[in-house]
């Protein structure tokens, strides 16, 4: 199964929005309201973000948000903070009963 | 809280067969989804395989049937094989917990590196 589609890297000054997609096909992104992200701080394990589109688990701030239009899903976060300098995954269900994950993206806080 | 700890030899053949454990501690085994996943050097996530507390599974076609993700839930456990290994196989490891009904891996173990040579 193919990789979902994420920009390699993004960046934003502190204070600053950005947003980094995700984009699938209609058999995953498309298909299913599964998509979720992950923030990958180096030598760590994935942190859950954002579930099922756009829900926040409980500790996770309201700076990190989620949307989906068609085969993309978005993170838009929000009020850039150092602290948010990271690798970004999305994933989602697919067709197969499978989970499929994006390329990952760098984000870095200028 | 729950927690998961990935465990097994950091060194495997090639050829030969990969084998992690990944035990559950906290919580019960009932009514989750147990993933494996892994990230190789300097790449990104890439799933493997899961199966569901009736002991259902789902794995990754890339895998080729090269994979067997079982339960154990007298020692709240769960296991991966990965036969025929290569080098390609080299990655860390993670094992992961997925809700039921949502897309949602919300607990991680820490990893465990394995390499292939």
């Known amino acids: 199964q193919s990789a979902l589609t994420q920009p390699a890297s993004v960046s934003g000054s502190p204070g600053q929005s950005i947003t980094i997609s995700c984009t699938g096909t209609?058999?995953?992104?498309?298909?299913?309201?599964?998509v979720s992200w992950y923030q990958q701080h180096p030598g760590k394990a994935p942190k859950i973000m954002i579930y099922?589109?756009?829900n926040r688990p409980s500790g996770v701030s309201n700076r990190f948000s989620g949307s989906k239009s068609g085969n993309t899903a978005s993170l838009t976060i929000s009020g850039l903070q150092a602290e948010d300098e990271a690798d970004y995954y999305c994933?989602?269900?697919?067709?197969?009963?499978?989970?499929?994950f994006g390329g990952g993206t760098k984000l870095t806080v200028l | 809280q729950v927690q998961l700890q990935e465990s097994g030899p950091g060194l495997v053949k090639p050829s030969e067969t990969l084998s992690l454990t990944c035990t559950v501690s906290?919580?019960?085994?009932?009514?989750?989804?147990w993933n494996w996943i892994r990230q190789p050097p300097g790449k990104g996530l890439e799933w493997i395989g899961q199966?569901?507390?009736?002991?259902?599974?789902y794995s990754n076609p890339s895998f080729k049937s090269r994979v067997t993700v079982s339960l154990d839930t007298s020692k709240n456990q769960f296991s991966l094989n990965l036969r025929s290994v290569t080098a390609a196989d080299t990655a860390i490891y993670y094992c992961?917990?997925?809700?039921?009904?949502?897309?949602?891996?919300?607990?991680w173990g820490q990893g465990t590196k394995v390499t292939v040579s």
């Open positions: 992961a917990r997925k809700i039921s009904g949502s897309g949602k891996f919300d607990i």
């Open positions: 906290g919580g019960s085994i009932s009514s989750y989804y």
């Open positions: 199966i569901f507390s009736t002991g259902s599974t």
């Open positions: 209609s058999s995953d992104v498309g298909g299913y309201n599964f």
């Open positions: 099922d589109v756009s």
């Open positions: 994933s989602s269900h697919t067709s197969s009963s499978t989970w499929v």
